[in-house]
């Protein structure tokens, strides 16, 4: 499969086995040639027009490729040609651990960056604490939205990315949720950036390169 990567190809769709049937992904590959880890990436909320193409999982396919990380999108269940319907962050952590395993198949012996926008970065704090990977990228994490109170705690490396004029995810929530924590992340605040990063990719993109060449 990954011999694309080899031949030259900077990217290419895949069909990925999940629990409620095929997954649409999508590789980007390292930069180098010869990652030094493997990355899944978990898009925002399937009910808003969240899809692998969404434009802040988009940068951080290409920030993690650049850093020598082969880098997965997918669409979760029932977006796109996914199979399935959506399963409100349940099923999706399942549809992530499958991603994975894939993953993990194809480049064994390869250590594990999750990623996450919006929602996405719930689905992969959840899917964080039944594997623990080697590092965390969480994105705008919808803390009002969903049960964050009972996320375990994460061990590896974390880097939490916030808008300070985010409409939709409350920046006050971020930071006092992160103040309750007892291993807390790495936190970087985006002056005047807005949910969507609009106008901000740039910088969204420096914080995230700045984080991956130190692991």
């Not at 490729?65 to 959506?86: C, E, I, L, P, W």
């Not at 790495?186 to 106008?199: D, W």
Request: net charge negative.
């Amino acid at each position: 499969m990954f011999h694309r990567c080899l031949e030259g190809l900077s990217s290419f769709p895949v069909s990925i086995p999940g629990p409620s049937g095929m997954l649409e992904g999508k590789v980007d590959c390292a930069a180098s040639g010869e990652p030094r880890g493997n990355a899944v990436i978990c898009h925002p909320h399937p009910l808003y027009g969240g899809t692998m193409q969404n434009k802040v999982v988009h940068t951080l396919a290409k920030s993690l490729a650049a850093n020598n990380q082969t880098a997965v999108r997918f669409n979760f269940r029932g977006v796109g040609v996914s199979d399935g319907n959506y399963d409100e962050g349940i099923g999706e952590v399942d549809d992530t651990l499958a991603v994975v395993d894939w993953l993990c198949e194809q480049q064994a012996d390869l250590p594990v960056v999750l990623a996450g926008f919006s929602f996405g970065s719930y689905v992969a704090l959840r899917a964080a604490a039944k594997f623990q990977p080697a590092a965390l990228i969480t994105i705008a994490p919808p803390v009002r939205m969903f049960d964050f109170a009972s996320l375990q705690s994460i061990d590896c490396p974390w880097l939490l990315i916030q808008g300070d004029e985010d409409e939709v995810v409350d920046i006050n929530s971020v930071v006092n949720w992160v103040r309750t924590l007892k291993k807390p992340p790495q936190l970087e605040i985006i002056n005047g950036c807005s949910h969507f990063f609009h106008g901000k990719l740039i910088e969204l993109r420096s914080v995230c390169d700045d984080f991956l060449q130190k692991l």
